[in-house]
Each structure stands twice: as C-alpha cells, then as structure tokens.
C-alpha cells in the first residue's frame, strides 16, 4: 500500500474486500475511492440536509447565537463505516500525523 492511503474495511471481517480511502497532504483533502465490501452508500436528499440545518440553527437562535449551519441544494451522499474513517484521517493531517494504515472503531 503507498504511503498517504488508509484502508476502510468498514467490519472486523478480514475476509472482506476492504475500500481505499485516498489522502492528499498537500490539498489536505481526504477522499473514498473505494467503498469497503461490506459498507454503503445513503444519498442524503438537500431537503432532509436542510431539515436537520433548520433544527441546528433554531438551537443556535434559542442560545443566543446566529444561524450555525448553512442550507444546501444538493444531495450529499454518506458512506456509513468510511466517513468515520475520513473524520479520523483528516483530524490526524491536520495535526501532521502522517497515516499508512488506520483503523477508526466507535461504538
């Protein structure tokens, strides 16, 4: 495996095609090219994205604050196990760790 890609096998089963989770350093810009086996993908529709903005934002409002969450007009679509791996690989380039492998595990 290069240097700056992690693996996303989305499940403990080793048997299983794991995905590919792409890192640039320079851009700092994490990306999945491959989707782990036994991971999906859930188009989120703009209007729940917007719905979730709103009840955001009338929290912010009711604390004292201004709108937190920007409305959006497209899709975004969410890889369920990968995009914890994402968070984890971008929180870690941030701080300048540079990753080969990884495992992200939450419960």
């Not at 999945?32 to 729940?48: F, G, M, N, P, Q």
């Not at 604390?63 to 890889?79: A, N, R």
Request: proline residues 1%; contains cysteine; charged residues 35%.
């Amino acid at each position: 495996m290069r240097q700056g890609h992690w693996e996303s096998v989305g499940t403990l089963c080793e048997e299983k095609e794991p995905g590919v989770i792409v890192v640039d350093r320079k851009k700092e810009e994490v990306e999945i090219t491959k989707v782990a086996e036994k991971d999906w993908v859930r188009k989120i529709s703009a209007e729940e994205l917007n719905e979730m903005a709103t009840a955001v934002n009338e929290i912010a409002r009711e604390l004292g604050g201004t709108d937190f969450v920007e409305f959006v007009t497209e899709s975004e679509y969410s890889v369920y196990y990968g995009d914890h791996a994402v968070r984890e690989s971008m929180e870690r380039l941030q701080r300048g760790e540079i990753l080969k492998r990884g495992m992200q595990m939450w419960y």
